[in-house]
């Protein structure tokens, strides 16, 4: 059990994959001007990532591993999380259209996301069984949720903040994500991980 | 040669899984969608320009047949599409409908303006009003760049003299003109009106008397011919556009600098 937490708070925050590992840096600047897209997005994140990173470890481990594919892993994944979103948004519209309706557009623009595919290839480098892949797919997710929700709210007050106008927009958006980074890296070391 | 097969088997059969799985989820999971969001979505222009406030041409139609969107909300379709829509809403256009096009608040071509200084900086609007105006005499006209020209996408402003033109068959009112325009001289007005001013000077008459030969000089001429229409606001002439039905023209023949155009 501690070492589910673990990994899941090495995830969450020690090795956060926005601020830390700087992956899924288009989504975090591009929906991060609002906090109701950014909530959007990371309901999107969480979802699929779960979901995508238990298909492929058994893509990988049932069909891939055995057959000493493993140099096949980039295509599988790719096929497997995209049909899979697929299939998710068709049953989502059809069963529960008000969570169909929140997650909008995100749904689809996540699946290309390269956080997804990310975590699907850590955690068969960390060698993870498939507990502790789940662990640390809600763990990344929950993460990246956590950083472009705070992130949204500094950009919400920046736009309104009277910045210099060559720092307006991007740039300022930059810098200030460069101070969050610095302040997660704070959490190195923390709990011995 | 074994790994080779087995590959293009996996990747293969892999994919005919995935692909069977979705065709059978789509027929299973079909969605009925109101056939008259269909309908309206293959009436509209399809520039997805954005102009009505929706996200695109369809969801323009999704919220039109909820009836959250007046079914003339198409500025891009105007008053043809809004009544193929109403025709499948079931809803008559109403008759206040008016289209509305850009018009250019100003009238001074090149050789009207007065100038001051030579510009020779960055050939747009936007370089030579951060300039001291460009060298302008005066601080709210054309400056004849045209930058309202370049934005335009739908190709209805052309530059006649050094000053914007818009066609009206053209115009779609997008407002991208209005948002290009560093001086703010374009606005988005009833093209059915009859009325425009020409001129955004809010200096003093004297003032434009010695810089301008069709500057507003705000001598109240007009509104005292139509009191109901026009009103001299800041030196400046204003029309007021929701006294509809009221006609502008006998003020147009009265202004002495003739800074009113139809």
């Known amino acids: 059990m501690s070492e589910l937490l673990g990994i899941f708070f090495a995830a969450f925050l020690i090795n956060n994959i926005l601020l830390i590992r700087f992956i899924a840096l288009c989504s975090f600047f591009g929906v991060s001007t609002k906090l109701d897209t950014s909530i959007g997005m990371s309901s999107a994140v969480i979802f699929v990532m779960t979901v995508s990173s238990a298909i492929s470890w058994i893509a990988y481990n049932t069909v891939l591993a055995p057959l000493h594919l493993e140099f096949l892993r980039t295509a599988v994944f790719i096929l497997t999380i995209a049909s899979l979103v697929q299939l998710e948004e068709l049953y989502l519209k059809k069963a529960i259209p008000a969570l169909y309706r929140a997650m909008g557009i995100y749904l689809p623009l996540i699946t290309t996301n390269c956080a997804i595919l990310a975590v699907a290839f850590l955690a068969i480098d960390y060698k993870y069984n498939f507990i502790q892949s789940m662990v640390y797919s809600l763990g990344v997710s929950g993460g990246y949720s956590l950083a472009i929700i705070l992130f949204a709210y500094v950009r919400e007050r920046t736009a309104l903040a009277p910045i210099p106008k060559w720092f307006q927009g991007y740039p300022i958006a930059f810098i200030t994500a460069a101070l969050m980074s610095l302040a997660f890296l704070g959490f190195t070391r923390m709990f011995g991980l | ?262």
């Open chain 2, 1 to 262: 040669m074994m790994i080779f097969l087995a590959s293009i088997m996996v990747l293969g059969l892999l994919g005919f899984v995935f692909a069977a799985l979705l065709g059978m989820a789509a027929d299973h999971f079909r969605v009925e969608v109101d056939p008259k969001v269909e309908a309206i979505a293959a009436i509209l222009p399809g520039a997805n320009c954005g102009a009505c406030g929706a996200a695109g041409c369809y969801n323009f139609a999704e919220r039109v047949a909820l009836g959250e969107i007046v079914i003339s909300g198409c500025v891009v379709g105007g008053k043809e599409v809004a009544e193929k829509i109403g025709s499948i809403m079931g809803v008559e256009v109403p008759s206040d409908y008016h289209k509305k096009i850009a018009a250019v608040h100003c009238g001074a071509t090149t050789k009207d303006r007065k100038k001051l200084a030579r510009y020779e900086g960055v050939a747009k609007c936007s370089a030579a009003h951060q300039l001291r105006g460009g060298g302008l005499a005066c601080g709210f006209g054309c400056l004849g760049f045209g930058d309202c020209f370049c934005v335009c996408p739908f190709d209805a402003i052309s530059m006649e003299g050094g000053l914007p033109k818009v066609d009206p068959d053209k115009c779609t009112s997008c407002g991208k003109c209005v948002a290009a325009c560093p001086r703010r001289i374009i606005s988005i007005v009833p093209h059915d009106f009859g009325a425009v001013i020409a001129c955004s000077s809010k200096d003093p008459g004297a003032m434009v008397r010695k810089i301008c030969p069709v500057g507003c000089i705000g001598c109240k001429i007009c509104e005292k011919a139509v009191p109901e229409v026009y009103k001299v606001v800041d030196n400046l002439a204003v029309i007021d556009y929701s006294a509809q039905g009221v006609d502008p023209a006998p003020a147009i023949a009265k202004c002495p600098t003739k800074c009113i155009v139809k």
